[in-house]
Structures are given as structure tokens and as C-alpha cells.
């Protein structure tokens, strides 16, 4: 691409994002020296004005599609001057085009077609009849007798009125490839058309999912993404018959005006020709074209509700460096338990069946918990939260208050962990190791680095999406690739522990880099230094500068080495200690003395004031995970299943998921409950994500329960919260002193109303 093609681009991206043009100039420029979004936002704040990482990939997508764009301009120019039909005026319009739809629109009469009415029309030398229908003027003869000297039956044309037939169809063709018209039609029909679903044929009487579409309109371009995506997945499934309702009349009368001069002899006919024109190609075109748009609107809107519920999922709150236990939990199989140690490093595994026999498998799986435990020194325990994971919850709490041990019981999300446990990377970790078993891994894991553990799994299958699968594949997979790695490279890896699934995110590693780095380590040992890293076979210059930074070393005999502090700062910070008149560790382990640096002074050309901050910031808290600090949640004793539930009931929850209508929130009974857009708070909401997050711990009342089909509706509204517990507070009655239980029969107890068999 020339100079002034890049410039004419970095004119329309400062347009097109209100940025003012060095920064856009400078980012555009770091960007195509190779340089990753999280190292531009992280470390080169001058350059760019302190763009965040929203403003940079923005840039970044820009500037990939006016590539893109001016690369095909120019092969459609030359595919026109080829042609020979190439004129000054044609040119400045398809150099002054901005959007693919509309450089298309420009081609299309110049593009090679493949043989329709109209081609075969000109074949039998109908186009001067086409032009003088198209150009007559004031009175003259009928058309039939216009048409009497083009009767050729050797080229098919028996009649004038096939005649006129052919001429109707060379300019319905010439209409629909007018660029203009084209655009006014699409843009009518999406500002002013009905997106409309009916049962397909045969489907009128089945009951399905899709029922509320059998006769739905909403307009085109307000319909929400999730009613789309359904409405096209029912049309998928043969269910439903979509079309796009247009204003016709408005759009035939505006067609009219543009292509049948006023004074036509033939105007009347030449309108039928307009009216065949819209019909038969403008609309089938325009449907094509709009459902496209509202497709990659819904798909846009999607995309960005999954990627906000895996950015919070992925930086979920990490217990952090403790002995863990995992439990996979099963019923007839079993449950896998699986001790780890701090850094996430297998130790043991057995398994139990509390729940698959009488007392004697129980008293089994409670020795064989308590041995796990004292033998492995465990600290918290991890419970997957599916089948059977409330009872198994229940009953370790039971084994741990009989052998009076006081330990964290964590629920932990299941989604995806049976992926892993099947993953090419599991099987690398642990070849020798039962799927279950890795399972169980996967869950203790993920209770101590959530992200460390679930970047290994595809992000499709954690379960925080909707319609994931109806969406672009290829524009899911680069916006979830992109908040991997913009998470991976905010917490930053300990360069010592992480896998190559998690390395392979760090800014300018590739998968392969990561996998070399893993082992070398493995080889050669744990790395002391960052800068050992350019020993890694391949691991040359501008992947360290693009890596050192998120990389930590920690108990490095470079203090900096574990910190968000790049190396390339090193000497400065040095710098700053001796101005000080102490050590660089003195430095770093009194905070009180950065506040007296003036920072001012070391401001030079090639750093400013917002890296300096950065860098002081750093230094107060080095090593520390930016990630919210943790605490558990815990369900009610009393609720294990839907049954359990009653309408009125104030329970605590987790969030699962969000989607655009609503949240879907665990309360600890195998099914989560609905907690709809208009229930999530006392005021209007547009936004689920304004108001919830996936992870987050919530309060809320059941408001209807549906056994039969599994739903349960609840709310987050303040009012709604309060009011069952007003209401408690007037009603309360005096309660019976319970009967004291010992320890043994409470875990008897306790056991049986869960549904386990207990002799």
C-alpha cells in the first residue's frame, strides 16, 4: 500500500473514531511494526495519548477493513479499465467510496453476470428497443408498433410483445444496477420495514420453542439480537418462514420518479418495468443484503455480551496459592477427588461412593476424605457444581464439622471442565490419568487462578454465552481470543508455573514460543532473570519487548523482574533509587519514599509523565494480582432442588450468565433461575451488564416456579426483596425447640433427606 493510500486511511480513521490524528498516526504506526494492543495501551502511553485497549482495537479494526477495502478498489478499477469503461467520473466515485456495500453497488453493472433474461434479451437485439422505450419523449406510435421491427423468430422473437418483453427485462436489470437506487431501497427498507416470521408449511399445529414467532413482526432494525438469532435458528430448523415486510409504495413511487422521465411516451409501461425490476431483483438483492446487516448486527451484540460475560469470569477473583482438594462429584460412577498443591501440581487422587450403597461406602468415602485432607495438609476444598455437587457439598461439611476440621467449602462451575478433561492439553498434562480424575484436577485449579485454568479450555464452551453457535464463528473466535488476551495480559504469569496454554496469550508469544519456553524451563530449570528468556530457542528481540512486561519472576534476584515494570525502564528506576540515595530492593520495599520522587524530572523524549506514574504505581504493590479479592458464597441448607423452592423465598445466588433479556442465576438446585432485564433493579435497565456481572454473588426472591418445564423466574428489586421479610417479621410464630441431634446421626440425617441410602 502507498504512502498516500495510508494516509488517506489514517484521515478516515480519525473521522471515524474522533481521535485526533497523532494518535492515530503513532498507533497505526506501532500496529503495523507488529506490536500487540495490550503492549501499545501498557507501554506506550506517550505515543498514543493514553489510548486504553477499547480505542486501539478499534483502530486496529478500522484500519484492517479500509485495507481490505482499498485493496479491492483498486482490482475493481482495473477490472473496469480492462473493460474499457473505465470514465474520470466512475473513478472519483469508487475512490471516494467509504463502504464495501457501496463500491460493490458501483461494480455490479461492470461485473461479469451469469446469463439471465436480460442477457439473452440483448442476444436477440432487443437493447435499441430498450433505449428508445427508455427515451422517448412527448407523442409517438404504440408500443406494440415500435416493437413490430425487432420480430425475429430465428432469435426467438415471435411477437412484438415478446418484443417488448425482452426490452422490459434489459431495463428492469438496468434499474436494479443503478448504484443510487440500490441505496435508497436498502436504506427505506431498513429504516421503515418489518422483520416477520410465520410457521413454514406443515409446521402450523407443532407445539415448539419457537411458538411466539408463528405470527411475529418487529421493525428491521430494532429488533433485539436474541430475537433474531432465535427467529433465524427456527428458520434453520425448518420451523419458521422469515421475510422482510418493505414500504413498497413509497419505495415503487420514489423508483418511478428517478427512471421515467416526465414527458414518457411509454411511461406507463415503463413503471411495469420499475415495478419487475423492484420485485424480481431489487428485493430479492436488498432481503439478501439487510438480512446480512441484521444478521452481523445481532451477531455484533452477541458476540459483545459473551465476551463481558467471559472477561468477568476470566478475572474472577483467584483463591489464590493454597493446598486444594477437587471434587468431581458423581452418583453411580462415583466422585473423583483430586488433592493439588499451591502451585496447582497434581499430588493424589481416589474415589468415593458416599451415595451408591449403605453405611459402610459411607464411612469409606469419609476416611478416604479425612485421609486426602490430614495427608496432603489441604487448605480448601472445591465442589464441581453438577450432578450431585449440593449433596456431596453437604456431606463433606458434615465430615468436616464430625472430625472438627475448619475448612473453605467452595462451589466451583463445572462448564467446560469435561471439555478439558477430553483436551489434546490434558491429555499432555496428565496421559495417564483418568478423564474424571482431570476433571477433578480442572476444579481445584480453577478454585486457586480461574483464568490461569480456564484459558485452556475453548471459551465457546464455558457456558456464559447465548447462541453461540448461530453466530459468526470467525468474528466469535477473534473477539474471545481478544479478551483471553487482554486478561491474561492484565494479571500477567508467573513465568515459573504457568502452562503454554497460558503463555501463548502473553503479548507477542505465539502458541509455538509458548511451548519452546515450557521447555527450556523443563530442561534447563526454573528461569532467575527475565531477560534469560532470549535463550529460549526462536525468542528473539521484539517478542521480548513485546512479552518481558507481562511476564513475573517471583523471588528474582532482580527485584523488578516481578513487576509490571518493563525492562526497558530498568535503568531509569535505577536512576531514581540512587537519586534517593538508597537501594533499588530499599526502594521498592518502603513506599513511602516514592512519594517523594518528583517526577517531572526524568520526563525525556521518549517518556513522559503517564508511564512515570505507572511506574511508581508499580513499585508501591509489585507482584500484586490486580484480580477483586475472594469470598464465598454459600446456598441455603434447606433448598437442594427445585421442589424445594416456594414462591416468596429470598435466597442467595451466583451469577451464571448474561444474556441481553435478563441474568441467569445459580441458587444452588441444578437448574439456574431467570432473572429478567425488567427484575433486576428498581429502575429501567437496558443493559444487564450495567447492573450484574458472571461471578458475581446476588440476592434474590423466587417469583414463579415451573416444575414441569424447569423455569424459575426470580428478582433483584429491592421492594420485591424486602417485602417477603416484612411480611416474616409480622407473621413470625413462636418455633418448637429442636430436638438435639448428635453428630453421627446428623451425618445420617442429613444424608437421607439428600437421597442417599444410608442402612
Known amino acids: 500500500m502507498s504512502e498516500a493510500e495510508t494516509d488517506l486511511i489514517i484521515r478516515i480513521l480519525v473521522e471515524e473514531t474522533s481521535l485526533n490524528i497523532a494518535q492515530v498516526k503513532q498507533t497505526v504506526a506501532l500496529l503495523e511494526e507488529g506490536a500487540t494492543v495490550p503492549f501499545i495501551a501498557r507501554y506506550r502511553k506517550e505515543a498514543t495519548g493514553e489510548l486504553d485497549e477499547v480505542q486501539i482495537r478499534l483502530i486496529q479494526e478500522r484500519l484492517e477493513y479500509h485495507q481490505a477495502l482499498s485493496e479491492r478498489r483498486a482490482t475493481i478499477l482495473k477490472s473496469i479499465a480492462d473493460q474499457g469503461k473505465l470514465t474520470a467520473e466512475l473513478q472519483k466515485k469508487i475512490e471516494a467510496t467509504r463502504q464495501k456495500t457501496e463500491l460493490e453497488d458501483l461494480y455490479l453493472p461492470?461485473?461479469?453476470k451469469r446469463r439471465t433474461k436480460a442477457s439473452i434479451a440483448k442476444e436477440r437485439g432487443l437493447e435499441p428497443l430498450a433505449e428508445r422505450l427508455l427515451t422517448a419523449l412527448g407523442t409517438g406510435e404504440p408500443a406494440l408498433q415500435l416493437a413490430q421491427p425487432f420480430i425475429n423468430p430465428e432469435l426467438e422473437v415471435a411477437t412484438a410483445e415478446e418484443a417488448l418483453s425482452g426490452a422490459g427485462h434489459i431495463l428492469a436489470e438496468q434499474f436494479a444496477d443503478v448504484a443510487e437506487a440500490r441505496a435508497f431501497v436498502r436504506e427505506r427498507t431498513w429504516q421503515q420495514g418489518a422483520?416477520?416470521?410465520?410457521?413454514?408449511?406443515?409446521?402450523?399445529?407443532?407445539?415448539?420453542?419457537?411458538?411466539?414467532?408463528?405470527?411475529?413482526?418487529?421493525?428491521?432494525?430494532?429488533?433485539?439480537?436474541?430475537?433474531?438469532?432465535?427467529?433465524?435458528?427456527?428458520?434453520?430448523?425448518?420451523?419458521?418462514?422469515?421475510?422482510?415486510?418493505?414500504?413498497?409504495?413509497e419505495i415503487l413511487g420514489w423508483l418511478s420518479a428517478l427512471f421515467v422521465p416526465s414527458e414518457s411516451r411509454y411511461a406507463e409501461l415503463l413503471r411495469e418495468f420499475v415495478t419487475d425490476s423492484y420485485k424480481r431483483l431489487l428485493t430479492t438483492s436488498t432481503d439478501l443484503d439487510l438480512r446480512l446487516q441484521a444478521k452481523k448486527a445481532a451477531d455484533a451484540e452477541a458476540i459483545r455480551v459473551f465476551a463481558e460475560n467471559l472477561r468477568n469470569l476470566l478475572l474472577a477473583a483467584p483463591a489464590g496459592s493454597h493446598k486444594v482438594l477437587g471434587i468431581d462429584p458423581g452418583l453411580r460412577t462415583g466422585s473423583k477427588l483430586a488433592a493439588v498443591d499451591a502451585t496447582g501440581r497434581f499430588l493424589e487422587h481416589v474415589t468415593i461412593y458416599p451415595h451408591a450403597g449403605g453405611g459402610n461406602k459411607i464411612e469409606a468415602a469419609k476416611r478416604d476424605l479425612l485421609r486426602l485432607i490430614n495427608a496432603h495438609n489441604i487448605e480448601m476444598i472445591a465442589i464441581g457444581n453438577g450432578t450431585a455437587g449440593r449433596e456431596m457439598d453437604q456431606?463433606?461439611?458434615?465430615?468436616?464439622?464430625?472430625?472438627?476440621?475448619?475448612?473453605?467449602?467452595?462451589?466451583?462451575?463445572?462448564?467446560?471442565?469435561?471439555?478439558?478433561?477430553?483436551?489434546?492439553?490434558?491429555?499432555?498434562?496428565?496421559?495417564?490419568?483418568?478423564?474424571t480424575v482431570r476433571g477433578a484436577i480442572s476444579i481445584a485449579r480453577r478454585l486457586q487462578d480461574p483464568l490461569a485454568e480456564l484459558v485452556k479450555v475453548d471459551p465457546k464452551s464455558i457456558g456464559v454465552g447465548q447462541y453461540q453457535h448461530d453466530v459468526s464463528q470467525t468474528a466469535l473466535k477473534k473477539s474471545l481470543d481478544e479478551v483471553v488476551e487482554s486478561c491474561v495480559n492484565y494479571v500477567g504469569v508467573d513465568l515459573n508455573t504457568a502452562s503454554w496454554a497460558l503463555i501463548s496469550f502473553v503479548s507477542g508469544i505465539s502458541e509455538s514460543l509458548a511451548k519452546a519456553i515450557v521447555l527450556h524451563r523443563d530442561i534447563e530449570g526454573a528461569f532467575d532473570r527475565r531477560d534469560q528468556l532470549l535463550q529460549v530457542p526462536r525468542f528473539g528481540k521484539k517478542a521480548y519487548e513485546q512479552a518481558a512486561g507481562f511476564m513475573r519472576i517471583r523471588n528474582a534476584a532482580q527485584p523488578l523482574d516481578n513487576t509490571a515494570v518493563h525492562p526497558e525502564r530498568y535503568k531509569l528506576v535505577k536512576q531514581m533509587a540512587a537519586d534517593l540515595g538508597v537501594s533499588l530492593p530499599e526502594l521498592i520495599t518502603k513506599p513511602t519514599l516514592l512519594d517523594t520522587i518528583r517526577l517531572e524530572q526524568y520526563v525525556g523524549a521518549d517518556i513522559g509523565l503517564p508511564t512515570l506514574r505507572d511506574i511508581v504505581t508499580e513499585l508501591k504493590k509489585p507482584g500484586r494480582d490486580p484480580r477483586e479479592s475472594f469470598v464465598t458464597a454459600s446456598f441455603r441448607e434447606d433448598v437442594m432442588e427445585v421442589k424445594d423452592l416456594k414462591e416468596g423465598m429470598t435466597l442467595n445466588g451466583i451469577v451464571t450468565n448474561v444474556a441481553a433479556f435478563g441474568a441467569f442465576v445459580d441458587i444452588g438446585v441444578h437448574q439456574d433461575g431467570l432473572v429478567h432485564v425488567s427484575q433486576l433493579a428498581d429502575r429501567f435497565v437496558k443493559d444487564p451488564n450495567q447492573v450484574v456481572k458472571v461471578g458475581q454473588q446476588v440476592q434474590v426472591r423466587v417469583l414463579s416456579i415451573d416444575l414441569q418445564r424447569k423455569r424459575i423466574g426470580l428478582t433483584m428489586r429491592r421492594g420485591e426483596l424486602e417485602k417477603p421479610q416484612e411480611q416474616k417479621e409480622r407473621t413470625r410464630k413462636p418455633q418448637p425447640e429442636k430436638k438435639a441431634v448428635t453428630p453421627s446421626s446428623a451425618m445420617a440425617e442429613a444424608l437421607k433427606k439428600s437421597g442417599f441410602k444410608v442402612n
Not at 418487529?218 to 422469515?242: C, D, F, T
Not at 458434615?398 to 492439553?425: P, T
Request: glycine share 4%; with cysteine.
Open 110 to 112: 461492470f461485473k461479469p
Open 195 to 249: 422483520f416477520c416470521s410465520q410457521p413454514a408449511r406443515g409446521q402450523e399445529e407443532t407445539v415448539s420453542k419457537f411458538e411466539m414467532y408463528y405470527d411475529f413482526s418487529e421493525p428491521l432494525r430494532q429488533i433485539p439480537s436474541h430475537r433474531m438469532l432465535a427467529m433465524r435458528r427456527g428458520e434453520k430448523e425448518n420451523i419458521l418462514r422469515l421475510r422482510i415486510d418493505a414500504p413498497e409504495e
Open 395 to 435: 456431606f463433606v461439611r458434615l465430615c468436616l464439622k464430625e472430625a472438627g476440621l475448619k475448612l473453605q467449602v467452595v462451589m466451583v462451575s463445572e462448564a467446560g471442565a469435561s471439555v478439558y478433561s477430553a483436551s489434546d492439553i490434558a491429555r499432555e498434562e496428565f496421559p495417564d490419568l483418568d478423564l
